[in-house]
Structures are given as structure tokens and as C-alpha cells.
């Protein structure tokens, strides 16, 4: 039963419990200080679905299901604890509930609960937890099941009308991150196996594998020595490329360095810019009066650190002063965009036989197993052994999966331009058991997704052109041309607009777009559409939110307006959904003419820079989205710009700015 406490904040659990005779995978976060929100997947034994559908092969009835609990009132030491919740709020609604909930701690040792709930939850509840100080990770629990199962769906097939609710007795065991529970009523075992994972750490694993900061003093020659030999320029150059730096541009003028570069592993902008600066120091000219460094990301100047006193940038790395003493010699600002124009006299004399060689060949730690093989510059050969993707909830069977090899190969030709292709090659799957062809009434832009899994071992995936470009100080813009993904090819562009001040920014994505033909390779469908999304995106960097309005619109030549939440913990996961009202008018079941179904979902996109022994900005992601709808549908981005420069431009002011971690 829901009491009235929520976990700490950015605590994320995942379990899966038993209780005869329902089954189910389920997961909650403590999104926000006085927010837990949850998800379950519940399977009925005994209830068969899709008994109607010719070919169905589901098994089992399950059923997705969504809960929220806000806090109202904090415990102290007078009031308890007060919390209103809801459960199951949405879609097929079977175990829909709403609850009141009080908590209060007495003689530390004993939490006393007591809630009131509509619904399935059929009124008064409450009960009690004893947690003994003499072994604080045990807990003995006596509660008042007040649920109505005999109201829940096809009770009299599975069992479920002969569960009584009632007193309910269980134990509790703790250790660490992980927890087991126990319960017993009226004959009935119940289990819950859960794995609690705080998100608000900065990381898990320290990381003793991470390469020390440059520290080699060169014999440092003065500006005209480097204007006259090329060889010193180049060892600055070897330097920075040994540390990982790519894409590096130099250019001397009068007394002052100026240095564009990238560090594709390094998390952070203010460590990997410290890293550089130390390097600079080190190997750069004896007698420079200044130098500037631009950071880049996809041939796009972000930002600029101008350092003018390179006796206090020299103090601070002996540790002689403060970050807040550097920060004040040092202006930091958006890139202008003559920062990311290449010096072509000054490069083509920089870069000699021995820099031209560099190349790496490296292990890529978002996957299990992955080769990558990166130049001096951005292009770079990745190939991925093994990939998995997974789909839940279709007719012919509740769990489908298509396992297979990636190969993506890109190619700078320099000044913003890239190509990028990958293939993809099917090892294994089952998603051609799917028979069901899709009944949608709007044109069939996602909801055909399994016959293009069908279509061949060997698949086109991406084949296209992206240019970058800075326009203007804070004005990015992309165009696109090509093979976007497996799905849809077309022509488009982005513009992203960035303010001087503030946490926000907008940003517009037109793209014609023609749909692929299932066969994986060059041929097309007949159906093409525009498509037209401006956004407005809002942060709140003290939380760690983005908000995010999208419309215009989407593949399937529907209008309408796209909301979406996320929230970023310290720990480096991102949570957050997903949820578009459109005129598409998707009467697919469960939608019907006067209740349209509307496209929604949850993803969650993890960081692993906090996991692992080394710096990395590498990440893994999942979605929970139906696979089968077709309303609201965005085409996959060749290169979203406010996904490229939103962690390194807008900033958390609680935690992470431009000087975090600086040359660390």
C-alpha cells in the first residue's frame, strides 16, 4: 500500500515483484524534491489477451501502468508527513487509484502509516514498520491491504476475486543499493527484489585510469623562432593531439596564440580548455603576452577563453591561487564566428610528417564491445559487434528483438562539412513473426517500423551531407541532404538561436522528406511530406530541467504541438518524457472518435563519464514508446543543433560552469 514518504531526491529503483496473481517489472524516481513518479509493467497469469486478433501470440494479458506521488508536507516533530497520489493514470487505466497518505516516526525505531484511497484502493489502510536500531538494515512490517481485487480486470480468470486483502505481514532486508521484501497474507507469499541507485553523485568509480595532466616543460622559444621554423609550432601541435585533442587550428598574431580545438572524451568543456591551457603554457612561445582558446564541437566554435595574465593562470596550476582569483583574469564569451575559420598559411605550415601520422585506435566505452578508429581531424570508422533493440506490446508476441552490427563511417572534409553513412547487418531477429499488418488511418510513417526490419540482412541505415555553420555570435545552423535514417530520406535544415543572457533558446528544423522503401537499400514509397517544427526550449539550471515546446508539423502531415520534460542529475542520467497533441485524430485502439490517442513516452539517457575509471563523453539510451502509431511523429535528426551545444554552453549554474574541474 502507498504510504505518505518518497525516496531521497534522484534516488532511481528498478524491481520486479510477485504477488500471486500478478507479476511485474517496475521502476520509480524521485524526479523533483517533492515528486516520485513511477512506472510498471504487470503481467495477469491465467488471462490470455488478444483472444480476437487472428495470429496473436501475446500469451498472458499485460498491462502498462504509470504512478505519481507528490509530498505535501515534510514530517516534523509535531506533523507527519503528508502525501497525495495516483496510480495508474493513464491509458487502459485497470489499476486506477487515488490516495491520501500520513507517515510519523516514533522512537526512531517505528514509522506508523495511515492513508485513504479510491478506486481500487477501497478506503481506509495503514499499518506499520519496525526498523530496529540494533540492525538497521532489517524492517518487520504489519499492514492493512485495503485494495478491491474483485474488481480488477477478468478477476475470475485469474484468481484474483479469491484474494481478501487484509492483514498483511512481511520482512524487509537492506544492503547497500539493493533490497528484498517478503510478505504473507491469507496464504499468499509475496516477493519485491529492487536496486536503489542514487543519481545525485558526481560519479561511482573514482578515475584512476585517467590519463595526468600535460606536465613536460618544453625549451621554449620566442614568436619569431616559431615564425620562422615550422618545428615548433609542430611539437605544440604533437602535444595537444598525444592528450586526444582533435581538429586542432593554431594561429600566432602579433603577441597572442589563438587555438581552436576539441576533445572528443573529455566530459567536461572547463577541464578539457585547463588541460589545454596548461599545455600552452608549456609548449607555446616564451614570450606571448595572451592566448585564446575556442572550443568546438562539429567544426562549431562555442565558446572562447581568453586568458590576458598568464602569471595567475600559471599561479593557479601550481596552486598558489584560488578558481575564483583565475576567474577573475580570464573572460570567458560565445565564439565569434571568424574564431572557426582556418589560418590555411599558418596551418599548412604547422602541420608536418610526424603530426599528419597521428592516428588512434581505441575501444568505445558506450558498448559492450566496439572498435573505433578516429584521425587528427573528425573523421573516424565505428564498428559496433553487437546492438540490440527490443519491442514490446504487439499482437504477435508482448517481446520482440532485433540484434545486429553496426558500422558508421565519418568524414571531415573540413569547415563544417561531414559525411556521415553507417550500415547496419541483421544477426538475429524475430520481428518477422509479426503478422498483423497496421490498421492506423494515418499514413503509415512509423507503424510499418516491422516490415523494414524484414526487409534484409543488409541495410542502408544513413547515407548523408551535414553542413555546420555559426551564422552569427550565438546563431547556429545546420543543413542536411541525404539518407537521414532507415525510414526517410530528404533535405533540410536547422537554425538554433542562443540569447546573450538567459535559459533559453529556440530554434527551427524544416525538412522535406520521402519515405524509404522497406528493401533497406535506395528505393522509395510514394509519399513524401514537408515538415516544419519550431521549438522553445527553457532551462532551469538549479533543477537540472529543460522544458521543451515543439510545433508545427510532423511526418504524418498532422499539426499540432509536442510538450517534453527531462531532468539531468549530477550523477550525468538524463530522465524524461515525452507527450504531442496533434489533429491526426489517432483512433488506433485504445483511441476512439471522441477520445484520439496522443503520442507519448519516457526515455532515459545515461552518461557514463560517473561509471567509469576514465573521462568519457560516451552515453547509452532507451525509450519506452509504442513502435506501432504514426501521429506525431518527428523524423530522426541528422544532427539536432540544441542537443550539440546544450551541455556545453547552457550550463548548470549550480554545479557545473566553465571553470568546473579546470585542467583536472
Request: avoid cysteine; charge should be negative.
Amino acid at each position: 500500500m502507498p504510504d505518505g514518504r518518497i525516496a531521497s531526491e534522484g534516488v532511481l529503483r528498478f524491481g520486479v515483484s510477485y504477488n500471486d496473481p500478478y507479476g511485474a517489472i517496475w521502476s520509480s524516481i524521485s524526479f523533483l524534491p517533492r515528486l516520485e513518479l513511477s512506472a510498471r509493467y504487470t503481467r495477469l497469469d491465467g488471462v490470455s489477451a488478444f483472444q480476437d486478433v487472428e495470429g496473436a501470440d501475446f500469451g498472458d494479458y499485460k498491462d502498462k501502468a504509470f504512478d505519481a506521488k507528490l509530498l505535501l508536507l515534510r514530517e516534523s516533530r509535531f506533523f507527519p508527513a503528508v502525501s497525495a497520489g495516483t496510480q495508474d493514470f493513464t491509458g487502459t487505466r485497470l489499476f486506477s487509484a487515488h490516495f491520501i497518505a500520513l507517515n510519523k516516526r516514533f522512537l526512531d525505531d517505528v514509522d506508523v502509516v495511515l492513508g485513504y484511497g479510491t478506486d481500487r484502493i477501497d478506503g481506509l489502510y495503514g499499518g506499520l514498520r519496525y526498523s530496529p536500531s540494533w540492525h538497521e538494515r532489517l524492517g518487520l512490517v504489519l499492514e492493512y491491504d485495503a485494495n478491491d481485487y474483485k474488481s480488477d480486470l477478468r478477476a475470475a480468470e485469474s484468481g484474483a476475486d479469491e484474494k481478501v486483502g487484509g492483514m498483511t505481514y512481511g520482512v524487509e532486508y537492506r544492503m547497500g543499493w539493493i533490497g528484498a521484501q517478503l510478505s504473507y497474507n491469507s496464504g499468499d507469499l509475496g516477493g519485491n527484489l529492487f536496486v536503489s541507485i542514487p543519481l545525485g553523485r558526481k560519479e561511482y568509480i573514482p578515475k584512476f585510469d585517467e590519463p595526468a595532466p600535460f606536465r613536460e616543460k618544453r625549451r621554449q622559444r620566442a614568436m619569431e623562432a616559431w615564425r620562422q621554423d615550422s618545428r615548433y609550432g609542430g611539437i605544440l601541435l604533437r602535444d595537444l593531439e598525444m592528450q586526444g585533442y582533435k581538429n586542432v587550428h593554431v594561429e600566432i598574431s602579433g603577441g597572442v596564440v589563438r587555438v581552436n580545438l576539441t576533445h572528443p572524451r573529455i566530459f567536461l568543456m572547463g577541464r578539457a580548455v585547463g588541460r589545454a591551457a596548461r599545455t600552452l603554457l608549456l609548449s607555446g612561445p616564451s614570450d606571448m603576452e595572451a592566448f585564446h582558446i575556442t572550443y568546438t564541437r562539429n567544426d562549431l566554435p562555442l565558446l572562447t577563453y581568453h586568458f590576458t595574465d598568464l602569471n595567475v593562470l600559471r599561479s593557479y596550476f601550481n596552486g598558489e591561487v584560488a578558481e575564483e582569483r583565475l576567474s577573475q583574469s580570464v573572460e570567458v564569451s560565445f565564439a565569434a564566428p571568424q574564431s572557426g575559420r582556418r589560418h590555411a598559411a599558418i596551418e599548412d605550415a604547422l602541420h608536418q610528417e610526424q603530426v599528419e601520422k597521428l592516428e588512434t585506435a581505441e575501444d568505445n566505452e558506450g558498448h559492450l564491445l566496439a572498435f573505433k578508429w578516429e584521425d587528427r581531424r573528425l573523421s573516424s570508422l565505428h564498428v559496433v559487434p553487437f546492438n540490440v533493440r527490443l519491442f514490446v506490446n504487439d499482437p504477435s508476441g508482448a517481446f520482440h528483438y532485433d540484434i545486429y552490427s553496426l558500422a558508421q563511417y565519418r568524414k571531415h572534409f573540413g569547415q563544417g562539412f561531414f559525411l556521415d553513412s553507417g550500415v547496419r547487418f541483421t544477426l538475429l531477429e524475430d520481428v518477422s513473426k509479426v503478422t498483423q499488418a497496421s490498421n492506423s488511418e494515418l499514413p503509415h510513417v512509423r507503424s510499418d517500423i516491422a516490415q523494414y526490419l524484414q526487409g534484409g540482412r543488409l541495410n542502408l541505415d544513413k547515407f548523408l551531407i551535414n553542413k555546420f555553420t555559426l551564422l552569427g555570435e550565438r546563431v547556429f545552423s545546420r543543413v542536411s541532404a541525404g539518407y537521414y535514417e532507415e525510414m526517410f530520406a530528404g533535405i533540410g535544415g536547422q537554425v538554433l538561436y542562443l540569447p546573450r543572457a538567459g535559459d533559453w533558446a529556440v530554434d527551427l528544423s524544416i525538412d522535406w522528406l520521402r519515405q524509404r522503401s522497406p528493401d533497406g537499400y535506395l528505393d522509395f514509397r510514394n509519399y513524401s511530406v514537408l515538415t516544419a517544427l519550431g521549438a522553445l526550449h527553457y532551462r532551469m539550471p538549479v533543477m537540472g530541467l529543460t522544458a521543451t515546446a515543439r510545433g508545427g508539423r510532423f511526418l504524418a502531415r498532422d499539426n499540432g504541438v509536442r510538450f517534453e520534460l527531462k531532468r539531468r542529475f549530477r550523477s550525468g542520467v538524463e530522465l524524461g518524457a515525452w507527450y504531442t497533441m496533434t489533429d491526426g485524430d489517432d483512433i488506433t485502439s485504445p483511441g476512439s472518435p471522441d477520445d484520439p490517442y496522443y503520442d507519448k513516452g519516457i526515455y532515459m539517457m545515461v552518461y557514463l563519464n560517473a561509471m567509469l575509471t576514465k573521462d568519457t563523453q560516451a552515453f547509452a539510451s532507451m525509450s519506452i514508446a509504442p513502435w506501432t502509431r504514426d501521429v506525431g511523429q518527428m523524423v530522426a535528426s541528422p544532427g539536432d543543433l540544441y542537443s550539440l551545444v546544450e551541455r556545453p554552453l547552457m550550463l548548470d549554474s549550480s554545479e557545473i560552469g566553465p571553470w568546473t574541474d579546470f585542467g583536472k
